[in-house]
């Protein structure tokens, strides 16, 4: 997997994202607290998320908020495979919180519509309190039908692994250049 620095929030941050994933304001609104891209040959997606920081007792607390605001509500259910903390290379003083998860949604309601087995999702939360500031990443990698080698219960599909190879290289690249974007 080949990957390209690209600029999120006017330049403000930098990331490396796979060749292949284009910018999804091109193609539909996004709203102005986030940047979304999507793999051009396939469904996955990567969304950068600035919110207000969350006011909680532990970081872990602050976690779980922001996971149970994300999927709840859905009508999928949720079952978490891992959660921790990781570290940003170019970020060294501020720990990641990690949560690895996958979402199954329930049986369609329109037997023509598209509905993927499951997501596997990354959520990565970097949490800047001196800037009232919880920035949010999530790896989200859809499994359709027919589009995936299925896997035994413990063990991870090739896609699920290409997903954590692009969790891996956010880590490892993600730079915030201009602090000011979380100031107003």
Known sequence: MS???????????T?????GFGDTSQIRQVPDHQEVYLDTN??????????EYVDKQTD????????????DGTGD??????????AMA?????????????QTPPPPTRPNRKQPDFVSIHLLLLRLKEQATDLMITVNVPHYPGEYTKVGPAEATQLMKDGETVKS????????KDWGLFHG
């Open 3 to 13: 990957f390209k620095k690209t600029e999120l929030f006017g330049g403000a941050i």
């Open 15 to 19: 990331v490396d994202l796979p060749a």
């Open 42 to 51: 396939g469904y996955t997606s990567v969304v950068f998320e600035v919110l």
């Open 60 to 71: 872990e607390e602050a976690l779980q908020y922001h996971f149970a605001d994300l999927v």
């Open 77 to 86: 259910a949720s079952n978490i495979r891992d959660q921790g903390t990781a």
């Open 90 to 102: 170019k970020i060294p003083n501020k720990p990641i919180h990690t949560l690895t998860f996958i």
């Open 169 to 176: 290289r956010i880590l490892e690249s993600f730079e915030i």
